[in-house]
């Protein structure tokens, strides 16, 4: 029995270990930006805790994502190339480069066809590119399975070009597909690319309000585990074993007409947070009580507020608390039960795409020119470093084993205490 119990502390324990060292798709654990991790760096610099800092063949604006002593990133390159690396994670040096396809299609001229982040398991890697090439790779480097998601079902038709980013659960990869055309949320079966199923999400709203670009996060209470996904004016939660539709939240429109979905959902705490296009100040951003099935416009909301809403950095929770950033620089801090604001600053003067990132009681907000504030994550405004970078980028950081991992428009930087 002793020996029972030993064994099952230390399958546990390895667990947690994995659990707690990768980030291994779009904004780590679940979706939610929040490594569990402690020891990242807080100041640095271009000559200081920098582990190693590397060039990449080509641009994107996905965020680089970790498994175990690998890391993996897409980039296009000149000749539009569509390439899925894989480096070491201490050293930076490439393990293999595999190209999964090759074109372009409609984009806004900030991003390419390599916005979408890579999601793994350590044993694959599932690739999404804006041209709507999908892929899963071993990992080895040879690709396992391919499919083309635009061929099969319709040109990807939103103004920006495509941007969300697939998720894994359970075997299960989720491919959002939301614009101003046919749209649907796919699920596919990781190991041979077939249709687990898919469920269509049609939904009134004006031309552009159907345009999203957001991703799923997976939100979690008690047995039950919901995936969870924004565009055309609503949010739904799903069954992530059958796609079955088990709630919506609807009337997630912008004050403006440019009503588009950029920024994503984030949860924590009991509540789920939506928000609507912040652009021209003009967005909002709503809380609804997890749980719960049918229509939740009404019987599941919590609070609302339009003045710190972003366009497109998703906001983050951490430790009671809602942390959003404008793309003007404007960084708010929320309370999380009543939706009332406990700080709004000024961080940045230059444009803000990427979205904060949290860890061991500190946010980190990163600028258009990958320069970052670290805040204290709580109710009083407390700065504890500010981090020139000055490269231009879209990307999130990763954050992962007390390392950051940091893409511009240059290439990829691990940062490290020494």
């Known amino acids: 029995m002793?020996?029972?119990?030993?064994?099952?502390?230390?399958?546990?324990?390895?667990?947690?270990?994995?659990?707690?060292?990768?980030?291994?798709?779009?904004?780590?654990?679940?979706?939610?930006?929040?490594?569990?991790?402690?020891?990242?760096?807080?100041?640095?610099?271009?000559t200081n805790h920098v582990a190693w800092s590397r060039e990449l063949p080509g641009k994107g604006a996905s965020s680089p994502i970790t498994f175990g002593d690998r890391l993996y990133v897409t980039t296009q390159t000149p000749d539009l190339g569509l390439h899925l690396l894989a480096l070491?994670?201490?050293?930076?040096?490439t393990v293999w480069d595999t190209q999964v396809g090759q074109g372009k299609a409609r984009a806004h001229q900030l991003h390419n066809m390599a916005t979408p982040t890579a999601v793994t398991d350590g044993e694959s890697i599932w690739v999404q590119f804006g041209t709507g090439d999908f892929a899963c790779v071993k990992a080895d480097g040879k690709i396992r399975w391919q499919r083309q998601i635009a061929k099969e079902y319709g040109t990807y038709n939103a103004n920006h070009g495509y941007g969300s980013s697939p998720m894994l659960f359970e075997g299960r990869v989720y491919v959002p597909w939301m614009h101003q055309g046919p749209s649907f949320l796919l699920a596919l079966d990781g190991l041979t690319g077939r249709n687990v199923w898919k469920q269509d999400r049609n939904f009134e709203a004006r031309e552009e309000g159907k345009d999203s670009y957001s991703s799923a996060i997976f939100v979690r209470t008690g047995?039950?585990?919901?995936?969870?996904?924004?565009?055309?004016?609503?949010?739904?939660?799903?069954?992530?074993?059958?796609?079955?539709?088990r709630w919506i939240v609807k009337g997630l429109e912008a004050a403006h007409p440019y009503g588009r979905t950029i920024a994503g959902i984030t949860a924590g705490e009991g509540l789920i947070v939506a928000v609507t296009s912040g652009f021209q100040n003009r967005g909002q951003t709503v809380a609804y009580r997890v749980g719960g099935e049918g229509d939740l416009t009404q019987s599941h909301r919590a609070w609302a507020f339009s003045k710190f809403s972003p366009d497109c950095p998703t906001p983050v929770?951490?430790?009671?608390?809602?942390?959003?950033?404008?793309?003007?620089?404007?960084?708010?801090?929320?309370?999380?039960?009543?939706?009332?604001?406990?700080?709004?600053?000024?961080?940045?003067?230059?444009?803000?795409?990427?979205?904060?990132?949290a860890a061991d009681g500190r946010i980190y907000f990163t600028s258009g020119q990958a320069n970052c504030v670290v805040v204290k994550a709580?109710?009083?405004?407390?700065?504890?470093?500010?981090?020139?970078?000055?490269?231009?980028?879209?990307?999130?950081?990763?954050?992962?084993?007390?390392?950051?991992?940091?893409?511009?428009?240059?290439?990829?930087?691990?940062?490290?205490?020494p």
């Not at 708010?332 to 230059?350: M, N, P």
Request: glycine share 10%.
């Open 223 to 245: 047995q039950r585990t919901d995936l969870v996904i924004e565009g055309a004016e609503a949010m739904t939660g799903y069954d992530p074993a059958s796609g079955k539709q």
């Open 2 to 46: 002793k020996a029972l119990l030993s064994a099952a502390i230390a399958g546990a324990l390895t667990v947690l270990s994995v659990s707690a060292t990768d980030w291994a798709n779009w904004r780590g654990p679940d979706g939610l930006g929040v490594s569990p991790d402690r020891g990242f760096p807080m100041a640095w610099s271009k």
């Open 378 to 417: 709580a109710a009083k405004f407390e700065v504890l470093a500010r981090n020139e970078w000055n490269e231009e980028t879209l990307s999130t950081p990763a954050l992962s084993d007390g390392r950051i991992y940091l893409r511009t428009f240059q290439g990829l930087t691990c940062l490290a205490n």
């Open 317 to 357: 929770i951490h430790q009671g608390l809602l942390f959003t950033i404008r793309d003007d620089g404007m960084a708010s801090c929320v309370d999380l039960k009543t939706g009332e604001a406990h700080w709004q600053e000024r961080l940045f003067t230059e444009n803000v795409k990427v979205s904060p990132v």
């Open 88 to 93: 070491d994670r201490r050293t930076g040096a």
